[in-house]
């Protein structure tokens, strides 16, 4: 059964910084590129970054997070990161982490990131 | 990147009652084209992929048809359980975007 299961969430003043983890089971976490999706309250959802499989590991990023926000993965741990750097209020979201096999075909239960001083 | 449209935004519905909410693509996608279902507090489930296949294990009250930049999700005969916010997701290109959501409700 594949699982997802963020985690390093939390309140953090605005300025801040923090890495959130996602640890996927069930499948081969390498074949596999990986994204990162949010949801602010009551909002939509929200793309926010992507990183291949494969050795390159290349990144995708949206505007509203390229330069502040790092996506890495460790094939050896299955674990996906996102570093997040210089956090704003409106970075106030539920961070999920999904497979991505071009569609979100797996999701994780999502790991809340309030900015708030 | 690609900007998704989808309508209406909220739909006020009964048990029983067919459901279309559309999505419309800012230029042609192919039929590279997702539905997710949320229900609150809860991370989103892929309901069709490629705009007209069923994921497995979704009931046969789905559907989902269009290509290029028209796309329909339908629920032939909702049931209670159905009750949520549905998305569209385009992946023909990088970024992923995804419509704003239709809310179905009572």
């Known amino acids: 059964e594949v699982q997802l299961v963020e985690s390093g969430g939390g309140l953090v003043q605005p300025g801040g910084s923090l890495r959130l983890s996602c640890a996927a089971s069930g499948f081969t976490f390498s074949n596999y590129a990986m994204s990162w999706v949010r949801q602010a309250p009551g909002k939509g959802l929200e793309w926010l970054s992507g990183?291949?499989?494969?050795?390159?590991?290349?990144?995708y990023y949206a505007d509203s997070v390229k330069g502040r926000f790092t996506v890495s993965r460790d094939n050896s741990k299955d674990t996906l990161y996102l570093q997040m750097n210089i956090l704003r209020a409106e970075d106030t979201a539920v961070y999920y982490c999904?497979?991505?096999?071009?569609?979100?075909?797996?999701w994780g239960q999502g790991t809340l990131v309030t900015v708030s001083s | 990147e690609i900007q998704m449209t989808q309508s209406p935004s909220t739909l006020s519905i009964f048990v029983g009652d067919r459901v279309v909410i559309t999505c419309r693509a800012s230029q042609s996608i192919s039929g590279w084209l997702a539905w997710y279902q949320q229900k609150p507090g809860k991370a989103p489930k892929l309901l069709i992929y490629?705009?007209?296949s069923l994921e497995s294990g979704v009931p046969s009250r789905f559907s989902g048809s269009g290509s290029g930049t028209d796309f329909t999700l339908t629920i032939s005969s909702l049931l209670p359980d159905d009750f949520a916010t549905y998305y569209c997701?385009?992946?023909?290109?990088?970024?992923?975007?995804f419509g704003q959501g239709t809310k179905v409700e009572i």
């Open positions: 990183i291949v499989h494969g050795g390159a590991a290349t990144t």
């Open positions: 999904a497979r991505d096999s071009k569609l979100l075909d797996y």
């Open positions: 490629k705009a007209s």
């Open positions: 997701q385009q992946y023909n290109s990088y970024p992923p975007t």
